[in-house]
């Protein structure tokens, strides 16, 4: 929903965001271990440390971890002593960061500390993620990720909104555009290489891998004093669609337009986005539901096709959207998030600086 | 800066059992949402938002399983969130539903929590399999009869109050159409004799293993005063965490734990919870934590909780009824326990408890907690709206 200019409202933005280096393995670090440093990082932009947050809240999964009650071990990472006020969601962080959201709303919280990781790399992506599925008519199908994004894609290609070089210079783009940024997992000329499934080639598929990324929100006057320019949160909203894919037109995100249009997206042009599309069709999805002509400019950081750390990556599509405002290039800017198959879930987030 | 009062205004449950074998796990959220719904006389159409929770995805072998509840719960085109904190967070789903309605984002929410545990081993699925950790800790009761034990000997609790506890729920189990067990052959000395699991817990103080949800319909002051029964009302609602073990941690009576009541009370006005507070619904997965969570929450000084239950102050006529419903003792559908926790409590001062009713029920509390005795969340709800 959208918070401007609705009389006694707080405003909330975000104040600080850090990241890791997305790599394809990290044997030799634990979750915790690969948490931390990201940990101390954002803390150390705004000055605060653990026991200043008035509320903490982090997504993740445990069937990525392959064990149940996992995030209780990050938990202890973070040092919640003495004992702090702190939920979890099983899911990317972008919805770990709406719930914090509504906790500084309600006037309980002044700042609060998002966080969320994923360690993809100790088991096969493709097969852990078909755990997703309805468990009586489609889980024991085994189909994997990437099958159903490609019957996404050929949707699309049938539709005649798509064909396999439009999807191609999607990613080609995307690793483009990721040498600039030090934390993506793929950079440069990446072969568009063999078909995957078809028609997605591996070009067309984001990079399996592990990172974490926090962010800082705070309301009012406080995120004045934690940095020079907030990103403050204008509109945030999510919506989830059916299941099924037999229900669903996989050429539209009507979940996402929603999201958009209650997050007032539509109300003034925005001038970046930050599209979690893990898929390069899905960018083709994206665009036509949240309107971005080409005068937007769209997943600068390289986005998911550039690094994809599952839980984090949402999380990151925000972040990235205010470390620009922060950064003062960008005065509005969106960050989106989805989960589940083939877009099922979307949350959008609206961003904007002061003006200058 | 005001928050939206946030009242209960219908609560569904299903009968809770071994086994649902007759449903899916879709079929068995929607069937408590619906007796919510039909509480609440409202309709699909007319909830804004739901929350979700339960405990780890790995007691069904579905992961986020949200994504696959969205049509069951009515949830295509609205927002659809996720929560999981252990053993707590049937009570923080409710917390997080009711932060929407009080940040005034949505006016109606519909919370939901569940587990279907014949569809997979709670115990083994409670057995963390991770380096570094003792290889024999089977099960959440290994973890929990050293701190059971500690508490004994720092209480000088005689070792009859744990039998006491379950005597006193499973009968109270007896009153409540959606308990689990009913044992309607229980007598105390039936509790004694029972097999001890792990030294000091007995096979009849542990609690079962359940198929089950819990629903709550969650509304502003507007949607209270359509509401076609008396809402309850959430005066005070908290959650804390703390670190599952370092050296320092009172695992017998968690900081946590007094942190988070102490917000409650605050939140709520409450000076004396033993004066003020009618009625708890607590988290008493074991016997002996009935009167352990009597001092961490304030009701008994430290060492004296026993006291209390040995008196029968905590009795369904005693002057401090706790877990009414027969508690998680007799119902425990793990991602679903704090709920039904917190649904209770709404139950009790919306008077419709049926025979497990206490009289006069104007403030009840509803508690939760999880992890390794980490994870607390509660809320404390009245007859009457908060004042201010």
């Not at chain 1, 999607?170 to 997992?185: C, D, E, K, M, Y």
């Not at chain 2, 928050?3 to 899916?24: C, F, L, M, N």
């Amino acid at each position: 929903m959208t918070r401007e200019e609705t009389p006694g409202v707080r405003d909330i933005a975000v104040v600080a965001f850090a990241q890791t280096d997305v790599l394809r393995t990290t044997d030799e670090l634990s979750e915790v271990e690969m948490l931390m440093p990201v940990l101390h990082s954002v803390l150390d932009r705004t000055g605060l440390k653990t026991a200043d947050i008035g509320f903490t809240c982090s997504g993740s999964s445990d069937y990525l971890a392959g064990r149940a009650f996992s995030f209780t071990l990050a938990l202890d990472g973070v040092g919640a002593w003495p004992p702090i006020s702190e939920s979890h969601v099983e899911t990317d962080g972008a919805w770990a960061l709406y719930e914090a959201w509504t906790k500084l709303l309600t006037g309980d919280a002044d700042t609060a500390l998002v966080y969320s990781y994923g360690k993809s790399s100790p088991g096969s992506l493709r097969d852990v993620l078909t755990r997703q599925l309805d468990p009586y008519y489609v889980a024991p199908l085994w189909p994997d990720s990437v099958a159903l994004a490609a019957l996404q894609a050929q949707a699309l290609i049938d539709a005649g909104e798509a064909d396999e070089s439009a999807l191609a210079a999607i990613g080609t783009r995307s690793r483009r555009v990721a040498t600039l940024n030090s934390h993506a997992q793929l950079r440069g000329t990446v072969p568009q290489g063999d078909y995957a499934v078809r028609p997605l080639r591996t070009g067309d598929c984001p990079p399996v891998g592990d990172g974490a990324a926090a962010v800082i929100l705070a309301a009012g006057e406080r995120a004045r004093e934690l940095c020079s320019r907030p990103a403050w949160i204008r509109g945030i909203d999510h919506r989830i669609e059916a299941h099924s894919l037999g229900v669903r037109d996989l050429t539209d995100s009507p979940s996402t337009r929603l999201a958009a249009e209650k997050a007032g997206v539509f109300e003034r042009p925005v001038d970046t986005a930050e599209l979690h599309a893990p898929f390069s069709a899905q960018e083709i999805v994206l665009r036509k539901a949240l309107r971005l002509d080409d005068s937007v400019r769209v997943n600068l950081s390289g986005g998911a096709l550039a690094a994809n750390p599952m839980m984090a990556a949402g999380l990151i599509r925000i972040g990235e959207a205010a470390a620009r405002i922060h950064r003062g290039e960008s005065d509005r800017a969106l960050g989106h998030a989805t989960s589940g198959p083939c877009l099922q879930q979307n949350l959008v987030a609206v961003l904007e600086g002061d003006a200058r | 800066m005001s928050k939206e009062p946030v009242a209960v205004v219908g609560i569904g449950q299903t009968k809770h059992v071994a086994a649902r074998r007759d449903v899916s796990i879709a079929g068995l959220v929607r069937e408590a949402a619906r007796r919510a719904l039909d509480d609440a006389e409202l309709t699909w159409a007319d909830v804004d938002a739901v929350v979700i929770g339960k405990a780890p995805d790995f007691f069904e072998g579905v992961m986020m399983p949200e994504l696959y509840l969205a049509d069951a719960l009515g949830a295509v085109g609205k927002p659809m969130l996720r929560v999981h904190t252990a053993g707590s967070v049937g009570g923080s789903t409710a917390l997080v539903a009711a932060g929407l309605v009080a940040a005034r984002v949505h006016g109606t929410v519909l919370t939901l929590a569940f587990e279907k545990q014949s569809e997979s081993n709670a115990m083994w699925g409670l057995s963390l399999p991770v380096p570094f950790q003792q290889p024999l800790l089977a099960g959440a009761g290994g973890f929990f009869a050293p701190h059971v034990r500690a508490y004994m000997r720092r209480s000088g609790a005689p070792d009859s109050v744990g039998s006491l506890v379950a005597y006193k729920d499973r009968r109270n189990a007896l009153k409540n159409p959606y308990a689990h067990l009913h044992e309607h052959d229980i007598t105390l000395e039936k509790v004694q004799a029972s097999p001890m699991l792990w030294d000091p817990i007995r096979y009849s103080e542990t609690c079962p293993s359940s198929d089950g949800a819990c629903a709550m319909v969650l509304t502003d002051r507007a949607g209270a005063a359509r509401a076609p029964r008396p809402p309850a009302w959430m005066l005070g609602g908290a959650m804390r965490s703390e670190p599952t073990l370092f050296a320092g941690k009172d695992a017998v009576s968690p900081q946590a734990g007094k942190d988070c009541a102490a917000d409650v009370y605050r939140q709520a006005g409450i000076g004396d919870p033993r004066r003020d507070i009618d009625a708890v619904e607590m988290y008493v997965p074991f016997s002996w934590y009935e009167p352990m969570w009597l001092e961490n929450l304030g009701f008994a000084d430290e060492g004296e909780g026993w006291k209390l239950t040995e008196a029968g102050a905590t009795e369904l006529d005693g002057d401090l009824p706790v877990n009414m419903s027969g508690g998680v003792l007799s119902t425990n559908p793990i991602g679903a326990s704090g709920m039904i926790r917190f649904a209770e409590a709404a139950l009790q001062v919306r008077g419709q408890a049926g025979e497990h009713q206490v009289e006069r029920a104007r403030r009840v509390l509803g508690h939760a907690y999880g992890g390794g005795s980490q994870f607390f969340s509660m809320w404390l709800v009245g007859a009457r709206p908060p004042e201010s």
